[in-house]
T-cell receptor, first 112, second 114 residues
Framework: DAKTTQPPSMDCAEGRAANLPCNHS???????VYWYRQIHSQGPQYIIH???NNETNEMASLIITEDRKSSTLILPHATLRDTAVYYC?????????????FGTGTSLTVIP | GAGVSQSPRYKVAKRGQDVALRCDPI?????LFWYQQALGQGPEFLTY????????KSGLPSDRFFAERPEGSVSTLTIQRTQQEDSAVYLCVSSAGQGVEKLFFGSGTQLSVL
């Protein structure tokens, strides 16, 4: 699976949009982009995933560039409860179910 | 249960002790993974089961680490002769199938080896 690169930390003002970037320049055609977040002392929580089209759900939006080499997770109106470590992961289908590579993620701090 | 359940939540072991960590995945989930998360790091893959078959154990750091899922549901990760470097949070993850889909994480077992 392709590896990802994320900034180690970001701040965002409460109520503003949080835009978290991720580079995955070696992604292959059948690999999806996933975003998870981990709040202190909890297991990672699924946010959203996509292949090549932009996706939106109740938690966030995912914007994937046309060449698929990078993506941005958007939290439209950040709240204090969105303070967490955000992981960008790419993964494809394999017969062995394959691993997810998490990297070190982006620590997002939402500031009151 | 509603989610992935892990026990114990915290475990303190003396160096050299064996420990067994339990995972109850979501009922009916085919895939089960174990991940290790050191302080300040992202989770790292240890092993993967599809039902009772252990299809990938490439992430296990040494032969002191052993995982099983004999009936395709509950899984146990056993660490023999624990060392201080084994101190970490051990996360169990399950998913419904074997394709590209959501993973569901347990809250983990925090292991401290003294």
């Amino acid at each position: 699976d392709a590896k990802t690169t994320q900034p180690p930390s970001m701040d965002c003002a409460e109520g503003r949009a949080a835009n978290l970037p991720c580079n995955h320049s070696t992604i292959s055609g059948n690999e999806y982009v996933y975003w998870y977040r981990q709040i202190h002392s909890q297991g990672p929580q699924y946010i959203i995933h996509g292949l090549k089209n932009n996706e939106t759900n109740e938690m966030a939006s995912l914007i994937i560039t046309e060449d698929r080499k990078s993506s941005t997770l958007i939290l439209p109106h950040a709240t204090l409860r969105d303070t967490a470590v955000y992981y960008c992961i790419v993964r494809g289908i394999s017969n062995t179910g394959n691993q997810f590579y998490f990297g070190t993620g982006t620590s997002l701090t939402v500031i009151p | 249960g509603a989610g992935v359940s892990q026990s114990p939540r915290y475990k303190v072991a003396k160096r050299g002790q064996d420990v067994a960590l339990r995972c109850d995945p979501i009922s009916g989930h085919v895939s089960l993974f174990w991940y290790q998360q050191a302080l300040g790091q992202g989770p790292e893959f240890l092993t993967y089961f599809q039902n009772e078959a252990q299809l990938d154990k490439s992430g296990l750091p040494s032969d002191r680490f052993f995982a099983e899922r004999p009936e395709g549901s509950v899984s146990t990760l056993t660490i023999q002769r624990t060392q201080q470097e084994d101190s970490a949070v051990y996360l169990c993850v399950s998913s419904a199938g074997q394709g590209v889909e959501k993973l569901f994480f347990g809250s983990g077992t925090q292991l401290s080896v003294l």
